[in-house]
């Protein structure tokens, strides 16, 4: 069998965290109303907590690819203009050099015509 994937394992971890909050609450409450934890089977304490915020789980785990998603295609772009940017950059050392060369060949003359 194929090993997970580390967001699976993670989104598998908050769903059980999640879930446990959502029994922990549920016991919380019944024991506050003065309702006995047996008197309900585990399954439908869970299910009935699990139903729902399940679908609060699941708009947070869209919400959250969402993000993932722009922040990908934001991560990419930057990643571009950084390239762009360190060419331009490269580019205009080329040139400054160049430019330095060539002022310091005119110095060079200008200082040897002055000799003459």
Do not use: W
């Not at 971890?13 to 999640?18: E, K, S, Y």
């Not at 003065?34 to 869209?62: F, M, T, W, Y």
């Not at 993932?68 to 490269?90: F, I």
Request: with cysteine; proline share 3%.
């Amino acid at each position: 069998m194929a090993p997970e994937p580390a967001d699976h394992r993670a989104l598998t971890d908050c769903r059980d965290r999640f879930y446990s909050r959502i029994m922990e609450s549920l016991l919380e409450k019944m024991s506050e109303s003065g309702a006995e934890a047996a008197a309900l089977p585990e399954s439908v304490a869970a299910a009935s907590g699990a139903g729902l915020g399940l679908r609060n789980l699941e708009n947070q785990i869209d919400s959250l690819i969402e993000e993932r998603d722009r922040l990908r295609e934001e991560n990419v772009a930057l990643r571009n203009r950084q390239d762009s940017l360190s060419g331009e950059c490269a580019r205009l050392i080329e040139r400054s050099e160049a430019v330095r060369s060539r002022v310091e060949t005119m110095i060079a003359r200008l200082r040897a015509m002055e000799g003459s």
